[in-house]
């Protein structure tokens, strides 16, 4: 399988407190993103990530990609309950005609 | 304006009967995709379209057929509907094969 899996499956915290995701894949990429979708609504794209790049920040938002350990980790700062949603990472390998596979996704729950 | 709509919102029918979701986007995308999610929340790619033209076909039966008028638009239709086809079904178009994708807002079936 090309998807790529996150972790953890569900996360709870207090609003204020950073929040971190990871994803892992298995092939190499052309890219990885960070999509949000909120609880019966379409993914909103938050973040992309190319394969010769290391960190990217966007608002709250840092992602990190370590292509040598097929990995990547979002990062939300000071969290709000706004952010309650779910999060998946979607990679687009390489040679698969820039093709998404998106992860498992994970559940982050912000208590206000 | 909506960048991706998608209609009908919700779709209800029985195990064999015909069904078609349309899919419409206003954002002059060259490339538009169907995506099932499961009861998981798994994300996986069914058809890709790139101006008009069919990509890549992830090993969806042949009851699945997309049908592209046009490139700003993208219809799914079903044929012969059973019970494990019961999901939510997403259109997305992005401006470059495999980079940002925007999402409609779903299109839920349910097959009893």
């Known amino acids: 399988s090309q998807q790529g899996e996150e972790d953890p499956q569900a996360l709870s915290i207090q609003e204020g407190e950073n929040a971190t995701m990871n994803c892992s894949y298995k092939t190499s990429i052309n890219n990885l993103q960070w999509y949000r979708q909120n609880s019966g609504r379409g993914l909103v794209h938050l973040i992309l990530?190319?394969?010769?790049?290391r960190e990217k920040h966007s608002g709250r938002l840092r992602v990190t990609l370590d292509t040598s350990k097929k990995s990547s980790s979002l990062l939300i700062t000071a969290s709000r309950a706004a952010d309650t949603a779910s999060y998946f990472c979607a990679t687009v390998p390489d040679g698969t005609g820039n093709q998404f596979y998106f992860g498992t996704g994970t559940s982050l729950t912000v208590i206000p | 304006d909506t960048a991706v709509s998608q209609t009908p919102k919700y779709l209800v029918t029985q195990m064999g009967n015909d069904k078609s979701i349309k899919c419409e986007q206003n954002l002059g995308h060259d490339t538009m995709y169907w995506y099932k999610q499961d009861s998981k929340k798994f994300l996986k790619i069914m058809f890709s379209y790139n101006n008009k033209e069919l990509i890549i076909n992830e090993t969806v039966p042949n009851r699945f057929s997309p049908k592209s008028p046009d490139k700003a638009h993208l219809n799914l239709h079903i044929n012969s509907l059973e019970l494990g086809d019961s999901a939510v079904y997403f259109c997305?178009?992005?401006?470059?094969?495999?980079?940002?994708?925007?999402f409609g807002q779903g299109t839920r079936l349910t097959v009893v």
């Open positions: 990530i190319r394969s010769n790049e």
């Open positions: 997305a178009s992005s401006q470059v094969w495999g980079y940002e994708a925007f």
